[in-house]
C-alpha cells in the first residue's frame, strides 16, 4: 500500500511533523513528493503538502488521502529541503515555511480548473477529449472524479493541459477610459495653431499627442500633462480627441517589444570582477563574491554578463532586487538582454499575474527570474547563478514568520546547486563586508565610474546655520541658488526628502500636546487628501482635529515635511520649476511609477521630488544635482544600524547625479553636520565609514562582532508581558554560555500595538549551538497561551528591526 507523509495545515506545535495517509489506487502512481493533498485531520479536512512515499506506517488505523491537488509537484526536492532548513533556521513551523515559498494562487481557496492549452487539442486523445465535452475547461472536481488521472498527469506534463487558479480579479475584466487623438500629427499642429493664446492647458495636451500620438488612459494624462479632467473634455467636444474604455492587459508588458541590447565591452575593472564569477559558473563551485563598487561603476552589466553564460550553459538565473528599485528601468535592462527567457515578479503585480510568472518559471519557458525577495524561492531546477542587488537593503528580510533573510536563502540553495552568488553594492552591509574581509566571500571591486567619470562633488549644509542666517525656508541659500542654477541650464535635478520616523505628526503650538494613537504608543500620521489622522500600525483613523483636545488652543497643526508640502513650496519660490512628486500616494497606482519615471527622463520635468524610493537605480544623464532636504530624520531611531543606513541611502542618492558627460553636485541639509555618518558621507569614503562604524559596533557588542536574537512578547496586560519577559530572560540566562549577553526586558521602542503591550528580551552572542534548541523549548512552554493568541511570542534571528 502507498503511504504518504503529510506535513498538514495546522500551524501549531503538536502538529508540527509529518503525519501518514494512505494512497486510494487510483491516484497510486500519480502522487509525488511536493504535491498538495487534502486529507483529514480530526473532524476537519485540512491542506497538506506531501513531503515523502513509503510502503508501509506504524499508524494503526490510517486514514486515506482525500483529494489531490496537483498532478505535479508544486515543490521540488530541493525545495523540500530548503523547507526544513527554514524551519530550523527561522524557528517557524514546516507549513509555514513550505507555503512561503508558493505565489499567493497556491495558497488560498481559488476556483480551480484543468484547461485545455491553447492549440494543444488535437495531441489530445479520444478519451481525454471526451472528458471535456467540446468545453476547453473542467473542474478540477471533474478531474478528482475521473478514472484517468495518470492520462491527465501527463498531458500536464507534456503542457497540452494547463492547471489554472480563477482569481477573483481576473474573472472581473477591469476597463479604464483611454484618450486618443482624432487627428495625425500635422492635423494636431495645424489645430494648435490658431488655439487662442489663453487656451494654454490645451496646447499642452495637444503637444501631448503631437510627440506621443498614441492613446494613453486618461488619469495618466492628467498626471503627465498636468491639467484637468475639464481640459481634456474640451478637446473630446471639440471633435480633437475620443475617449473609450478599454480593458486592461494581464501582463504588463505582453504588448512591449523590447530592442535587444548587445553587451558592452568591458572596462579593465569589469573584466577583473567577472573572471572569478565565470570560473565559477563553469567550475560548477559554489563561491560568494561581494561585488564593492561604487554608484554607477557598472554592476549591472557585470550582472547581465554573468547570467548570459549561465544561459549558454543550459542553467537558469536568480536576480533579486529591493522592491523599490524594482524599477521599469531596471526590468527594461534584463528585458532588453534576454527577452522572453525573463520572467518579473514583484509586489505591483496581481495574484492572478504572479501566478503566471511562476508557471512561467516552473514550466522552465524561462531562464531568468527578477524579482523582489520572494523571487529567492523560484522553482527552477539548474540554477547556475543567484545576484542579489544592493545586498545591504532591509527588504531582503522579511518581517513575519518565516523570517528569512534572502541572502542566507541564496546561499543556501547555492550551496545546493554548486553555483556562484554575487551580492553587490555601493555599500554593503556591514556584515557582508566584515566577511569579505575575512574571506569567507570574495571581494570583487569596481573603484571607478564609467568613462572614469568623477564622483560627485557634496556640499554639507548646517541647517541651523541657515537659521541663525535668517532663512526659515526648507531650502538652503546653496541648494536653491545651485536649483535656479540648473533651471536655467535645462538640467535636471532630484530631491529627496529623507521621510522615515516621525515625519508629519500633529502638535500643538500651545501646550505641546502630541497626538497619538488610542491604541498605540506612537503619534498619528497626517493625511492630507481626506484631513485625517492614521496609525501606521493598527489602522486606526480619526478626522484632524480643529482644535487642541487638551487646551483647545486652535494653533494645532501637522509637524515636518511632507513630500506635498515641499511641493507647495516649490511652486512658491520655484514657480516655473516643473515638478515631479513621487512617493506613496502619487505611485500607489499601477503603472504610475514607471509613468512617472518616463516622464522625468523624457525631460518633462526639471525636479523628481520624492521619497527613498527615488534613491536607487536612476540612471539618467541629464541628473546633475541631488538635493537631501533631511539628512538626520533616520539618525534618531532607536536602532543600532541607524548610522549605517543613514550613510547607505546618503550614498546611494548621492550617486544618481552625473553618472555620464555631466558632472554632478550633491548638496546634503542637515542639522548634524558633524556626525560621521553624514560627514563620512559627504567624502563618499565607505572604506572609511567602515572603520568606524566597527569600531563602535565592537565597543557596544553589536553585529558584525556578535549575532543577535530578539524575543518579542506582547500581552494586553501589561504585567503578563513584562512577568512572561522576565521569565524567558531568567530561563536563557541560565541555560547559555556566560558568554552570552542578554538584555531584558525592556519594553519594545513601540511599547503598545494595537492594545496589546509589547516587551521584548535581545540576546547577543558569539557561539551557542544551544540556542535554537533553547528557544524551542521556550516556545513549547508557553504553547498553550500562545495557541489562543492571548500571549504571542515572536522570535527573531538576525533581526533587522529592533523595534
Ligand atoms: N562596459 C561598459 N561600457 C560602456 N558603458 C557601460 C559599461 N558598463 C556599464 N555601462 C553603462 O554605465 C552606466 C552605469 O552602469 P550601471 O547602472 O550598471 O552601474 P551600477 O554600478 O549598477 O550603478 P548603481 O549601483 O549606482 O545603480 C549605465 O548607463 C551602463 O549602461
Ligand atoms: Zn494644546
Ligand atoms: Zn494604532
Redesign the pocket.
Known amino acids: 500500500m502507498g503511504i504518504a507523509s503529510v506535513v498538514v495545515d495546522v500551524p501549531a506545535k503538536q502538529t508540527d511533523r509529518e503525519f501518514d495517509y494512505s494512497i486510494p489506487g487510483k491516484w497510486e502512481h500519480i502522487v509525488q513528493p511536493g504535491m498538495r493533498v487534502i486529507v483529514p485531520f480530526g473532524p476537519r479536512m485540512v491542506q497538506g503538502f506531501i513531503t515523502a512515499l513509503k510502503n508501509d506506517s506504524n499508524v494503526k488505523k490510517i486514514r486515506e488521502v482525500k483529494e489531490i491537488l496537483d498532478l505535479e509537484p508544486v515543490l521540488n526536492e530541493e525545495l523540500l529541503k530548503l523547507g526544513s532548513w527554514l524551519t530550523e533556521e527561522t524557528m517557524c513551523f514546516r507549513i509555514t515555511a513550505l507555503q512561503a515559498m508558493l505565489p499567493a494562487a497556491l495558497k488560498a481557496k481559488y476556483e480551480k480548473v484543468l484547461r485545455i492549452s491553447t492549440g494543444r487539442e488535437e495531441h489530445l486523445e479520444a478519451t481525454v477529449q471526451a472528458l471535456f465535452k467540446n468545453k476547453d475547461m473542467i473542474s478540477w472536481k471533474d478531474v478528482l472524479e475521473s478514472d484517468h488521472a495518470a492520462l491527465l498527469q501527463k498531458h500536464v506534463r507534456k503542457g497540452n493541459l494547463e492547471v489554472m487558479y480563477f482569481v477573483k480579479d481576473k474573472l472581473k475584466k477591469k476597463t479604464v477610459r483611454v484618450i486618443q487623438p482624432l487627428l495625425n500629427k500635422e492635423g494636431l499642429e495645424d489645430y494648435a495653431g490658431i488655439l487662442p493664446p489663453n487656451a494654454r492647458k490645451q496646447y499642452e495636451v495637444l503637444h501631448h499627442f503631437i510627440n506621443h500620438p498614441d492613446k494613453i488612459q486618461l488619469r495618466e494624462l492628467l498626471e503627465d500633462v498636468r491639467v484637468s479632467n475639464a481640459v481634456v473634455k474640451a478637446l473630446i467636444d471639440k471633435g480633437i480627441l475620443a475617449e473609450k474604455e478599454e480593458e486592461i492587459y494581464r501582463d504588463p508588458y505582453e504588448n512591449r517589444v523590447f530592442k535587444q541590447t548587445e553587451p558592452f565591452i568591458l572596462t579593465q575593472e569589469q573584466a577583473d570582477a567577472l573572471r572569478p564569477v565565470k570560473k565559477s559558473i563553469h567550475d560548477n563551485s559554489h563561491a560568494v563574491f561581494l561585488l564593492y563598487g561604487v554608484t554607477g561603476s557598472g554592476k549591472t552589466e557585470i550582472y547581465l554578463q554573468a547570467i548570459d553564460d549561465v544561459i549558454k550553459k543550459g542553467e537558469e538565473a536568480i536576480m533579486l532586487v529591493p522592491e523599490i528599485s524594482l524599477t521599469p528601468q531596471t526590468v527594461k535592462r534584463f528585458k532588453e538582454r534576454f527577452g522572453n527567457l525573463v520572467a518579473v515578479m514583484h509586489s505591483g503585480l496581481s495574484i492572478g499575474e504572479k501566478y503566471d510568472e511562476w508557471r512561467k518559471i516552473h514550466r522552465k519557458e524561462v531562464k531568468v527570474v527578477v524579482g523582489a525577495r520572494s523571487a529567492i524561492f523560484a522553482p527552477f531546477e539548474n540554477l547556475g547563478i543567484i545576484i542579489i542587488d544592493e545586498e545591504h537593503e532591509s527588504s531582503y528580510k522579511q518581517e513575519e514568520t518565516p523570517r528569512y533573510h534572502a541572502r542566507e536563502v541564496a546561499i543556501e540553495r547555492a550551496k545546493h546547486h554548486n553555483c556562484p552568488v554575487i551580492l553587490g553594492s555601493a555599500t554593503p552591509a556591514l556584515e557582508s563586508f566584515a566577511r569579505a574581509k575575512k574571506n569567507v566571500y570574495k571581494l570583487l571591486t569596481l573603484s571607478k565610474r564609467m568613462n572614469e567619470s568623477k564622483l560627485p562633488r557634496v556640499d554639507i549644509v548646517d541647517m541651523r546655520e541657515e537659521l541663525r542666517n535668517g532663512n526659515r525656508s526648507m531650502f538652503s541659500k546653496t541648494l536653491f541658488s545651485k536649483l535656479t542654477d540648473r533651471l536655467e541650464k535645462g538640467e535636471q535635478t532630484v530631491l529627496l526628502l529623507n521621510k522615515r520616523g516621525h515625519s508629519s505628526f500633529v502638535m500643538?503650538r500651545?501646550?505641546?500636546?502630541v497626538t497619538n494613537c488610542p491604541n498605540c504608543d506612537i503619534s498619528l500620521t497626517y493625511h492630507r487628501y481626506n484631513d485625517s489622522l492614521k496609525c501606521h500600525y493598527c489602522g486606526h483613523e480619526e478626522r484632524m482635529p480643529q482644535a487642541?483636545p487638551?487646551?483647545?488652543?486652535d494653533?494645532?497643526r501637522f509637524f515636518g515635511t511632507g513630500t506635498q508640502k515641499v511641493e507647495e513650496e516649490l511652486a512658491k519660490i520655484l514657480p516655473e520649476a516643473r515638478v515631479i512628486r513621487m512617493d506613496v500616494d502619487t505611485t500607489s497606482k499601477k503603472g504610475s511609477h514607471e509613468r512617472l519615471l518616463n516622464a522625468f527622463q523624457e525631460g518633462h520635468a526639471d525636479i523628481l521630488l520624492g521619497t527613498q524610493m527615488i534613491a536607487k537605480g536612476l540612471d539618467f544623464p541629464n541628473i546633475t544635482l541631488v538635493g537631501v532636504l533631511s539628512a538626520d530624520t533616520m539618525l534618531h531611531l532607536p536602532d543600532f544600524r541607524s548610522s549605517e543606513k543613514t550613510f547607505q541611502l546618503l550614498t546611494q542618492v548621492s550617486g544618481r547625479a552625473g553618472r555620464h558627460e555631466l558632472p554632478g553636485e550633491v548638496v546634503i541639509q542637515t542639522y548634524t553636520p558633524e556626525h560621521y555618518s553624514i560627514e563620512l558621507s559627504g567624502l563618499q569614503d565607505f572604506d572609511v565609514f567602515y572603520e568606524r562604524e566597527m569600531y563602535i559596533r565592537r565597543q557596544s557588542h553589536y553585529p558584525p562582532y556578535y549575532y543577535l536574537a530578539l524575543i518579542n512578547v506582547s500581552h494586553e496586560d501589561l504585567m503578563k508581558a513584562v512577568a512572561v519577559t522576565e521569565k524567558i530572560t531568567k530561563y536563557l540566562t541560565a541555560s547559555l554560555s556566560p558568554e552570552a549577553i542578554i538584555l531584558g526586558p525592556v519594553a519594545s521602542p513601540i511599547s503598545r500595538i494595537n492594545n496589546r503591550y509589547r516587551y521584548q528580551c535581545l540576546i547577543k552572542y558569539k557561539r551557542e549551538p544551544e540556542l535554537k534548541k533553547q528557544l524551542r523549548t521556550v516556545l513549547e512552554h508557553y504553547q498553550q497561551e500562545t495557541a489562543q493568541n492571548l500571549l504571542q511570542i515572536s522570535i527573531d534571528m538576525n533581526p533587522q528591526i529592533m523595534m
Open positions: 500643538c500651545s501646550c505641546g500636546l487642541c487638551e487646551c483647545g488652543s494653533h494645532i
